[in-house]
């Protein structure tokens, strides 16, 4: 079966331990967690994670279920990209006397739309959100001067197309 | 009304409130104060003080199996803890509700390498349904209302309560929690209409149907509702090993046991049905053999209250997911009534080929040392076919599934997703405080019984009336034979050394006999029976015996030997057996 780069939303009570269990499952396929984030949901008390990686659909489509299988896990599913909005932020941490003594690398960061968040004599720091290949390009063309001295990404977030939201269906459900 | 007490006495009235009254355990360190409080109720629960904590689990195991409650162990920290490891995997592969609680250091001392300090709750995550660390005496009500009620709900399993030590200690204004809805855990799905009437659709429309009946029956009470499905829709049914007593042996439409040494007739007709419905089962291996060939004529409906088994072994045309005591009642409204004369008596070839040269061999043998199939089949008859079952894993668990007859719900208890050796003896113990109405034959090999034969002790202690009967062939007798099967007759570390068995019963008090002639063995299973409390009947069967017939591992699951000539391997054979 044909692998793709799958996008897997998973709310959750927002309770200790329950990180590790889902990445297990993961681990127990040998799957690779290409990026992970978790952060708070609209709802009061929920945790959400956005999790990529590559699988063929059969497989990421097990794994979602024995996710959801886990005790105070309230809901996964998986997508691909065309059912997805995402977005992700990059820092990039440049040495400044490289920087001034290039200026294609500047010409870079503009054509980027790049904020840069600090500057200082030893180094300047310059921020890019966007889609994984947007982020991933800036640090392929700046990587190509040297001048890297840090990069981080902080993994995709992404909220779903669809106009039906079906975590707030399932709580309803559950309050009848 | 709020009582101020310690968090070990809460403990003790949670436990009250939830119903328990059998504990099996074992003290030390990191659990003290809850066995201190545990001494003034010695009128509210049964104490079972195991001789190992893996005896705790597996006693805990078996008391849930035979009574259909939750079974409880209490452990001490550390060792303790990691002892019942081995039972809390059991439980989880073969869904058995145990509540396991365990001493933990004080929340002071967590993660400090404490002396017992083990992450037992890291340990547990990945093996049992939920795993929770009581830090708080606060925390006691809730905990504990809610592992009784995962453990129980839904698809039920292993629930583990860590119980740090200062939370054991503090004082509480405590009452029994009553739980709100645990939006994080559905224990049962609802199906749709539409499921039902897609499935009913496809059982109408059968020619050759059949249905495999695996524990997901026992453990919903769905008995009944199986018998009046089949009954209604004239399918054969064949049974997993740990659903052998969802319908009695010798209904017309019980066709046997599916898998690797089941019977030849359901393991041939799953390859030739056109439906097949797959109820509270989860296509294991050692029930499908090879999954590229399984089944793959069928449409497949799946009956499940675990929605991540649809798919997971097999594709599955209709998922029905839910609770299958409702669902097969629901089923059983929406079909038509029908027979499948002509099909179900296309089963009884089968059947004749195995009965001539399988089972009367094994169960009638004219000469010989005594076999493993006769004594099963001797012992289930001595009991009227009505005893519980144990079995420890290997071949005295294949056998006496396969020989014993089963007339009752919940009459088989064995390690079935585990296969863990030495569940035999302390699952047992278990049975018969689980069901003390009921005879309780355990059937263990001389290499099982070792590896918990310090709960000999137990049975000495409690009076645990368990019939042991040993099959002793002086072998590891199953991996023996895949040596000498597979292996070219290499027996690498399978013959064993044996002590006097006789002597070892004898120094815990326990009543034995060996047997080695078949004239005595009738009489030796009346004693047995007829003894007032535990007895010991080794039986010295033939020791290079072989459970047949037998789907190789990674064989079509239609593919059995001795049905199959051995000596010409397939494809799959060799790419299994010769590299």
Redesign the interface.
């Known amino acids: 079966m044909e692998k793709h780069l799958y996008t897997l939303i998973v709310h959750s009570e927002h309770m200790a331990g329950l990180l590790n269990q889902v990445t297990a499952v993961f681990t127990r396929r040998q799957i690779n967690i290409e990026s992970l984030n978790v952060s708070p949901s609209s709802i009061e008390g929920i945790h959400r994670y956005t999790i990529t990686a590559v699988a063929d659909e059969d497989t990421i489509a097990k794994v979602t279920l024995q996710i959801a299988k886990k005790v105070d896990v309230l809901q996964a599913s998986y997508f691909l990209e065309d059912e997805i909005f995402m977005q992700e932020i990059a820092l990039y941490k440049l040495s400044t006397p490289l920087l001034m003594a290039n200026p294609e690398i500047c010409e870079i960061i503009r054509r980027n739309d790049a904020p840069i968040i600090e500057t200082n004599p030893v180094y300047t720091v310059v921020e890019k959100a966007g889609r994984t290949a947007e982020t991933e390009q800036l640090r392929r063309d700046l990587s190509t001067f040297d001048c890297l001295l840090q990069y981080v990404n902080s993994g995709r977030i992404a909220v779903t197309r669809s106009s039906e939201e079906h975590l707030t269906e399932f709580l309803k459900t559950l309050n009848q | 009304m709020k009582k101020r007490i310690t968090g070990a006495e809460a403990l003790m009235q949670a436990l009250i409130h939830e119903g328990v009254t059998t504990i099996f355990g074992y003290p030390g360190g990191g659990i003290m104060p809850v066995f201190d409080a545990l001494y003034d109720h010695r009128e509210d629960f049964r104490q079972v003080l195991v001789r190992h904590e893996q005896g705790a689990a597996h006693a805990a195991q078996g008391y849930a199996r035979s009574s259909g409650q939750v079974g409880v162990c209490l452990v001490t920290s550390g060792p303790g803890a990691t002892n019942t490891i081995t039972g809390i995997s059991d439980a989880m592969l073969d869904s058995t509700p145990i509540v396991v609680i365990s001493g933990q250091v004080g929340a002071a001392a967590l993660g400090t390498d404490a002396f017992q300090e083990v992450d037992f709750?890291?340990i547990t995550?990945?093996i049992c349904?939920?795993?929770y660390q009581i830090r708080r005496a606060e925390d006691i009500a809730w905990a504990v209302a809610r592992a009784f009620y995962?453990a129980a709900n839904g698809r039920p399993g292993p629930v583990v309560l860590d119980f740090a030590k200062n939370a054991q200690t503090t004082m509480v204004d405590f009452e029994p929690a009553s739980l709100p809805?645990?939006?994080?855990?559905i224990p049962v799905p609802q199906p749709s209409d539409d499921a039902i009437r897609r499935a009913a659709a496809l059982i109408d429309n059968a020619e050759r149907p059949l249905l495999l009946a695996g524990q997901g029956i026992e453990l919903a009470g769905a008995q009944e509702e199986l018998k009046q499905f089949v009954e209604k829709t004239g399918i054969p049914v064949g049974c997993t090993l740990l659903g052998l007593s969802t319908l009695p042996s010798g209904h017309p439409l019980r066709q046997g046991m599916l898998g690797m040494h089941g019977n030849l007739a359901p393991n041939v007709k799953t390859n030739e049905c056109d439906v097949l419905i797959a109820v509270g089962m989860r296509f294991d291996d050692r029930v499908t053999g090879r999954l590229a060939t399984y089944a793959r004529q069928a449409k497949v409906i799946h009956l499940d209250i675990?929605?991540?088994e649809?798919?997971?072994n097999v594709p599955v045309d209709v998922a029905v997911t839910g609770d299958c005591k409702e669902t097969l009642a629901r089923l059983t409204k929406a079909v038509h009534p029908a027979e499948h004369k002509e099909w179900v008596e296309s089963f009884a070839i089968y059947h004749t080929m195995e009965d001539e040269r399988v089972v009367r061999p094994a169960i009638h043998p004219a000469e010989g040392p005594l076999k493993m199939g006769e004594v099963a089949r001797r012992v289930s008859e001595a009991t009227a076919d009505s005893a519980i079952l144990v079995t420890d894993v290997g071949q005295n668990q294949m056998m006496s599934a396969r020989y014993f007859r089963y007339t009752r719900p919940r009459s088989i208890i064995t390690s079935g997703g585990l296969g863990t050796m030495g569940f035999g003896l302390p699952a047992a113990i278990g049975a018969t405080f689980g069901a003390p109405e009921r005879t309780v034959c355990l059937f263990v090999g001389d290499g099982g019984i070792q590896m918990n034969l310090q709960e000999l002790g137990t049975i000495m202690e409690s009076g645990a009336p368990v019939k042991i009967i040993l099959l002793n062939n002086n072998y590891l007798g199953n991996v023996r034979q895949w040596q000498e099967l597979f292996f070219n007759h290499r027996y690498s570390c399978t013959p064993m050394m044996n002590p006097n068995y006789e002597l070892i019963a004898s120094a815990y008090g326990i009543p034995s006999r060996t047997v080695a002639a078949r004239a005595d063995l009738d009489d030796a299973i009346h004693e047995m029976l007829t003894s007032s409390g535990a007895f010991l009947l080794q039986v010295a069967v033939e020791e290079e015996e072989n459970v047949m017939p037998m789907t190789p591992p990674g064989a079509d699951v239609d593919h059995m030997l001795p049905f199959i000539d051995s000596s010409t391997p397939t494809e799959q054979w060799k790419s299994t057996f010769i590299h």
């Open positions: 709750v890291c995550q990945p349904k939920w795993s995962i809805i645990q939006r994080g855990f675990d929605p991540s649809i798919g997971k």
